[in-house]
């Protein structure tokens, strides 16, 4: 099954837009655990195990992962992830950008070695450094847009002197000449929700995945007006909290917390789509 | 000492301005190498033994390492630089682009777990995407900026309503409001000479990454009258090549055809900047 495929099918099962970003930081961590970089595998997995039924995908950034040599604990998480919830996709967070060969070898470590189903990268670099991951059939490949920092600015609002703004741009050519293979989707911050829906105009039928909402303070009612498109066109939102689940009590009772929290998320988010 | 002074006194006491880039394809390995990632560390060692005094700097690409598992061996590759190279500063090529706590993961894995000297990073998400690395004190931050690949143009040649193309608009950041702390420099594709022209005048201080000699066709000398600036502005390049050095012959003469290569090229940058 293709990425599209998989979401689209998750977020039925599920009844979800709800994806839970997998940022483990070991400070953070409940209890015994605390402080140990040797329990993000084990950390992760309480996450996943009480949380599959309730969302659409999951999100593990690597970067929480790399910066403790814990690429090993990544394979083994996503291999859980597989096992326990088969039908919910795992987007790998990784805003890879480059090009050519280089290319290739990301692609090799995000769909071969990590088996993900989908990856984020970066479109700074054009056309040839998203067309060799496109290579790899049925993957999904998520081009930052809009981003929800406020340095998101700096670049991607720029107005060009044909009158669009750079991510108006960016969006559609994502959703025009660079989509071939109908595997592409944008990331739009929940912070931006005018915005999310002028990316939603221009890509009237990508996925769009939306971080933001809960700890950087997007608000999820008003993201999902603007990028959700009922009807019969197949346009999903998948819409990314990490913090605000993962980090949501601080002793053993973190996973039934972090439930709670993703069960609300859901219910808030699809309530504001006119499900519940 | 900082990258930049790293930088300088490896450029005068070896006389280059040439970077090896280590991008190891065990497809390409020399002899019973071929094929074999477990030997990614003794065919990159391999290539800085033969070329250490030739160079003013070394840039492994990440990518070539994580594909294969390799991150072990990237960490004991660039211990060995540290160890038989020490004045050669250590640029890890990763092109990284992220916010916040993301973003500080990121930099312990290049500056904690590598001990890299600098990294390259995309400026996409602006400049809270690259202020938590300049907390790393002394550390070079590379940020792409005109690359040599044909998509380059997609977005960095796009003009602006300001009248300045994104990679100008860009290049005036780096030098100004961003460099508050002398951290920056960046990466210019060989391809474009007079783009690094452009760039140079806008930003005359910032060190210049250039890849793109070589295996992508740029032209060493166009590129040294492009972006060296002579005289006592202390403007430095760093001309990047990968695979014409790497992979000079197929056989177990490899190193010493490295360091042949390595050599001419030093050379032919040194006499388009009026040296030798």
Redesign the interface.
Known sequence: MSFTEILHSAQRANDSMLCVGL?P?PAKFPGAWKGDAARILDFCASIVDATHDLVCAFKP?I??F??H?A?DQLERLIAHIHRVAPGVPVILDA?????????E??A??AF??YQADALTL??????????PYLRHAGKGLIL?CR?S????????A??????EL?YE??AR?AAGPWNRSGQLGLVVGATYPEEIARVRALAPTLPLLIPGIGAQGGDAAATVRAGWRGGEAPAPIIVSSSRAILYAAPGEDHAAAARAVAKATRQALNRARGVN
């Open positions: 940022d930081e950034q970067a929480y790399a910066a040599r690429e805003k890879r950008g480059d090009i050519g060969a280089t290319a070898q990301y090799a470590e071969e070695r970066s479109p700074f670099m054009g056309f040839d450094s998203i067309e930052l981003t920092n406020p340095g998101g600015d700096d670049l991607q720029q107005r060009l002197a044909s009158g750079l741009h960016i050519l």
